[in-house]
Each structure stands twice: as structure tokens, then as C-alpha cells.
């Protein structure tokens, strides 16, 4: 199996998400607001893995206001979900 490294200030186990409108939120972003994960043991089986893909869209030169060339927007969406009874094959330890 292998192991995939993630940079320590994103590894949280509960973090409180900003909207970026309500007052002292302007900024956006994230808080972390759980414990420091140290580690993670995931099986494969125990997560379903979704990927959405946007329509792409094309801008010509004679629309594109940023440069005089072509634009390409692309979007895909990524998420994971645990079904209840896969949750056995997920371990996280955290720090004290």
C-alpha cells in the first residue's frame, strides 16, 4: 500500500469552515478546530471515491477580457464517502 505524505497544517480532524461574509469570517478559508492527525489507515474498500467533471468551457480570443488567447475553464469535483458499514476500515490516530 502506499503511504502519501500530507503537509502537517492540513491534517486536522475537524476544522471549521469560513464563509468569508459573516463578520470576523471576511477572510474565508479554514480554522482548525480538532486534533492534529498523525496518522490515517485507510482500506481501499472501506471509501467510494465520486469525481464530477464540469462542463468545459471555451473562450475565443475576441471574448477572453484577461489576455488575446484562447481560455480554457475546466472543473472536476472530488469527493469520498464512508458508508456506516465501512467504517471498520478506517483508523485515525491522533494526537494527545
Known sequence: MPVIQVPRPRFY???????GSTAGQEAGGY???GDPINFMIVHT???LAITKHA???????D??????AWKFDYRIYHDL???NN????????TAA
Open 81 to 83: 464517502i464512508v458508508p
Open 63 to 68: 471574448v477572453n477580457q484577461d489576455a488575446d
Open 45 to 47: 474498500g472501506a471509501v
Open 13 to 19: 480532524s475537524a476544522i471549521d469552515l469560513l464563509d
Open 55 to 61: 462542463l468545459p468551457r471555451v473562450f475565443s480570443p
Open 86 to 93: 465501512k467504517t471498520a476500515g478506517i483508523f485515525v490516530h
Open 31 to 33: 480554522v482548525p478546530s
